[in-house]
């Protein structure tokens, strides 16, 4: 398809929605009014010129009278938002016009009760259920009375054809048009109806896997609150039963803190990502200095880096600004260097740096790894994916990962990695550079 007959056909669709109304504003009854008040409308503009031309001038102004008044049946749903009064004198209007229709357009010889048949298939589709027995006992009242008028004082119902051959045209005319807004009618309800069957069956299944999530997510942590929990129990317990040396005091208090560390790593992730799914991503952004706002968090991951003899190199300019959430931007990098930490062998090193880059500040985390290759998909950004243990059995929950993808997106940036065939991993993450104009990011 050429470049021009998308953006057309793309116009058409924005225009087409716009008549309609938007998902957000109308239901799907209404939605369906407005699309019926529409093609009425069209087909009433069509009838105007076609009846003069026939000869039924009375037709024809009787169906320019129907248009304004369809019209303003329309802007009352449509602009106005008052759907109740537009159906009801939708409704009224619609039966009022059809029946002096029947008595200037020759009665059951004229196209009259093909209109009278659109009518009741449009009511049916707006109105609700419980009105139905109320509509289809009305028509029919009114109905068969015209009829039953026609066949006892036929002088009232005078027939206004000037030939057999307007008559034809007349009626096939009207069969063309009510049956084209009928089918019209339907195919909109029955494409709204596959949409809306179509987005109910999306949403079950993301329940569906939110709650497989959940479940796992909350498994996980009941495993691993355990154990750091436990063990300080046990220290606890061995201190009033066993003498301990000031050697295995301090051992036992180290392996204490890294596990209550860690612990308190996943339980910050887990209350980050159950805040995002509850409530959503909200946030405020500004100017950010990088090195400034990482620098003090570098420090303490150094310390901790220490315990398994693992040397992190900081290389950040001191002048490099960011537009983001300093909140979010912290939690990105706690993660992906605790996760460097997590899988780098005693004596490794890891790297973190942050450059400009055209418009982007590239941040780099770069692992020297566990000493083999390291094969990752895609999947680690995923909740669905399986935690994997650290080289000293460091344990989490997969949430890391999740937040870091999560929050970059958010504030407009990217995020991937890099193995290194040998060994180790890097992580990218791409942030927008601010350039000195006002900070302005959706929240």
Not at 222 to 229: E, K, Q, T
């Amino acid at each position: 398809m050429k470049p021009l007959t998308k953006f057309k056909l793309f116009l058409r669709l924005r225009t087409w929605r716009w008549l309609v109304g938007p998902e957000t504003r109308f239901d799907l009854t209404a939605r369906i009014f407005h699309s019926i008040c529409i093609f009425i409308l069209a087909a009433l503009g069509y009838n105007v010129p076609f009846n003069y031309i026939v000869g039924l001038h009375d037709i024809a102004l009787l169906s320019a009278v129907s248009f304004l008044l369809f019209a303003i049946v329309y802007y009352l749903s449509r602009v106005a938002q008052k759907k109740s009064i537009a159906v009801l004198l939708f409704c009224i209007t619609g039966n009022i016009l059809f029946i002096v229709n029947f008595f200037l357009n020759s009665g059951i010889d004229g196209p009259t009760d093909l209109f009278f048949i659109l009518t009741m298939v449009v009511m049916i589709a707006v109105i609700p259920v419980r009105y139905y027995w109320i509509l289809i006992a009305t028509h029919f009242i009114i109905v068969l009375s015209l009829h039953g008028i026609q066949y006892i004082n036929a002088d009232l119902v005078p027939y206004t054809y000037d030939s057999t051959a307007f008559r034809y045209s007349d009626i096939t005319s009207a069969y063309v048009v009510v049956v084209s807004l009928i089918l019209l009618c339907f195919y909109f309800i029955k494409y709204n109806y596959d949409l809306e069957k179509k987005s109910a069956e999306q949403k079950a299944a993301m329940m569906k896997l939110l709650n497989e999530e959940k479940n796992k997510l909350f498994s996980i942590i009941s495993h691993d609150l355990r154990a750091p929990l436990t063990n300080v129990q046990n220290y606890l317990e061995l201190l009033g039963e066993v003498d301990l040396s000031a050697d295995e005091q301090q051992e036992i208090k180290v392996k204490l803190l890294d596990s209550t560390r860690n612990t308190l790593d996943m339980l910050n992730n887990v209350l980050s990502w159950s805040k995002s799914q509850m409530s959503g991503l909200k946030f405020s952004s500004t100017e950010l200095y990088l090195h400034e706002l990482l620098l003090p968090q570098l420090l303490l991951f150094t310390n901790i880096a220490q315990n398994k003899n693992i040397k992190i190199e900081i290389s950040i300019d001191q002048e490099l600004k960011i537009i983001g959430n300093a909140d979010m931007v912290q939690m990105i990098m706690r993660n992906l260097i605790n996760n460097a930490i997590k899988f780098t062998a005693p004596g490794g090193r890891i790297i973190v740096s942050a450059q400009r880059e055209n418009n982007y500040a590239l941040l780099l985390v770069k692992d020297s790894g566990a000493g083999k290759p390291v094969k990752l998909s895609n999947n680690i950004f995923y909740l669905n994916n399986e935690s994997t243990k650290g080289t000293a059995n460091e344990k989490g929950v997969g949430l890391g990962l999740v937040l870091c993808k999560e929050f970059t997106e958010v504030q407009n940036g990217n995020i991937w990695f890099e193995c290194d065939s040998v060994s180790g991993t890097t992580f990218f993450v791409e942030l927008l550079q601010y350039n000195g104009n006002a900070v302005s990011m959706p929240a």
